[in-house]
């Protein structure tokens, strides 16, 4: 990682209005979507100014292989999964931010895409201040 | 790479109906999907009963960072971009595999996701042709 990670960072507002904070690891800040339908993580690199996965310098890189790795085995231990989605668009949102999906046969919009199907469906709080804290539990796994 | 990649693999019946192959690069099979409405790679590890990209050992998760990276350069090379879209879903295909998308904004998608977004258009033939052939001639490059 080059400088300080998180030095000048600041979380797209879209992002932060549709997530809540679930850690900050070495590189990314772990948000999960404030929508009941997927359970489902986004990492934002820690770092401003990233567009693309390939803006990331090399050590970061590998950081990120790391984290997506973690985050997809994480969301397996909160919630039944058929399918792991993985995705990094940014077509609305630019600031990088790359997708964790749990996805189950015939959820909300299976077999397509999670992004731009249907309405979100936003978490009763306490059910969501539960997941976090699940979510959370797993932070001293490297 | 644990073993010889490519032994025992064999690619989806439908990834070999709606794509031209490029290149085997040294884990994936590169292969162009045949949808003229966007320039778009899709990656194919070459070993067999893949589903999931954590499936993959150490050595092979970062050789496929390392295509994967690879693959969103070279599109830029070959198309013009606004945003590199890439994923990994496989609800439809279970075999794994990567997309890596160039998308312009005002595409036949714009701004959501390319997967399941109205009719593929293929490419006429000699067209299709010229683009494989602009693809491959990347392939000395690591």
């Not at 919630?79 to 989605?85: I, S, T």
Request: aromatic share 4%; hydrophobic share 45%; glycine share 8%.
């Amino acid at each position: 990682m080059s400088g300080d990670p998180g030095a000048g960072f600041e979380l797209d507002a879209r992002l932060a209005a549709d997530t809540a904070v679930v850690a900050d690891w070495k590189l990314c800040r772990v948000l999960l979507m404030d929508d009941a339908r997927f359970p489902w993580l986004i990492l934002v690199p820690r770092k401003p100014g990233l567009v693309e996965i390939i803006d990331l310098d090399d050590n970061e890189r590998l950081e990120l292989t790391r984290e997506t790795d973690r985050a997809m085995r994480l969301l397996r231990t909160v919630a039944p999964c058929d399918k792991l989605n993985v995705g990094a668009l940014g077509n609305i949102v630019r600031q990088l931010h790359i997708h964790v999906v749990a996805r189950r046969v015939g959820d909300a919009a299976w077999p397509g895409p999670v992004w731009g199907a249907g309405v979100p469906q936003r978490y009763e709080p306490a059910a969501r201040n539960a997941l976090v804290e699940r979510l959370r539990a797993d932070t001293g796994q490297a």
